[in-house]
């Protein structure tokens, strides 16, 4: 199928369009991209593709929608916004030009306006999702650390000066669940509670940059069992538990690293620890967990609840933070009741 003829038949309804299905980053050779990510009248610099599915299966096919070299035109974007369709895809050996596609863009509209817009937020958080996806991938992890930290610093000082704009954050969350874009939202929802506290600086990125690599042990642990569609058996609940370890080790191994603070590091070792000592993987009593530890197992925690997962649909923000306050461990509520209250508040709309 030629791109002319995928566009002529998207605009007549011949194709019908896919989501991106949970679980897709890892296997696929194609990742998503959201539409207004891209820059209307500029040149693209890597193929789209549209995700479509196939006639009488139940299979799925990437036709190419856009050439490299092809100009983005806004017809483009428009037609897409009528069909419903947000993301497209790119080939996953594209990454690294995707990167700096968009890294130009957010130059471009930083230059255009101080203010933080949701698109600005997007392209941001798309940005950041595909460095930490070349990051997670790749054996050397210093210069992707250098750029989200950098990126973390940006965004931060950003919503300080702008402060109506951390609220915006609640309408750019991504809503299927794989571990880059767990972890970018982490990121945003962090650092932007934390500026709505009016937190220092530094706390601030230190809680974004723990969003960003909380998890990272979890590349370690089989892909079938973050996948899977039931119940874990206590062996491979084990296994999984032990990711906060494997997270701490693999960011600790790395000298490259020594500029991430070392608080991130305590963090993505602590996010599983229980306001009432019940958590793993020492089962810390809130008096010697480290005081954004409470913060970032609450952030968690939601961003697990309202994120699809395979097992389950998400749950509405409100039904999340109702479990929030209903959960409690073997000796009290496992989440910090002050930061729950705060977290309500930067939750609620103005
Ligand atoms: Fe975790
Ligand atoms: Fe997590």
């Known amino acids: 199928m030629s791109e002319g003829s995928v566009r002529d038949k998207l605009l ?43 006639k009488e299966t139940h299979d799925f096919a990437y036709p190419c929608f856009l050439k490299v070299e092809e100009v983005w035109d806004r017809q483009w974007q428009d037609l897409l916004a009528q069909k419903d369709i947000h993301r497209l895809y790119f080939l996953k050996e594209d990454l690294g030009s995707v990167i700096s596609y968009l890294n130009n863009h957010l130059q471009l509209l930083s230059h255009q306006t101080k203010k933080v817009t949701r698109k600005l937020l997007v392209i941001f958080s798309e940005h950041l999702n595909l460095s930490i996806r070349l990051a997670f991938q790749s054996s050397g992890l210093g210069p992707a650390v250098q750029i989200a930290y950098k990126q973390v610093e940006t965004l931060i000082e950003k919503l300080q000066n702008d402060p109506p704009a951390v609220k915006l954050v609640w309408m750019i969350l991504y809503h299927d669940y794989n571990l880059f874009n767990h972890s970018i939202n982490l990121c945003l929802l962090g650092t932007a509670f934390m500026v709505f506290l009016k937190k220092p600086r530094k706390e601030c990125l230190d809680l ?74 020492q089962g810390l009593p809130l008096s010697r967990q480290h005081p954004l530890t409470r913060v970032i197992r609450l952030l968690d925690s939601y961003d697990s609840l309202t994120i699809n997962r395979p097992y389950r649909s998400a749950y509405k923000p409100f039904e999340a933070i109702k479990i929030l306050q209903e959960t409690n461990g073997p000796r009290g509520s496992i989440y910090d009741s002050e930061t729950l209250k705060q977290f309500i508040l930067f939750h609620a709309p103005d």
Do not use: W
């Open 12 to 54: 007549s309804s011949e194709i019908r369009t896919l989501h991106c299905p949970p679980g897709e980053a890892g296997s696929s050779p194609y990742a998503p991209i959201h539409v207004s990510a891209l820059i209307p009248g500029e040149r693209i610099t890597f193929n789209l593709y549209l995700k479509v599915a196939q």
């Open 208 to 281: 974004g940059l723990a969003g960003l690599f909380h998890d990272i042990g979890m590349t370690h642990v089989p892909q079938e069992l973050l996948l899977k569609g039931e119940p874990l058996t206590p062996e491979e609940r084990t296994q999984v538990n032990h990711h906060p370890m494997l997270g701490h080790r693999l960011l600790s191994k790395h000298t490259s690293l020594t500029y991430l603070p070392h608080v991130v590091l305590r963090l993505c070792l602590e996010h599983h620890e229980n306001a009432d000592g019940s958590g793993y993987p």
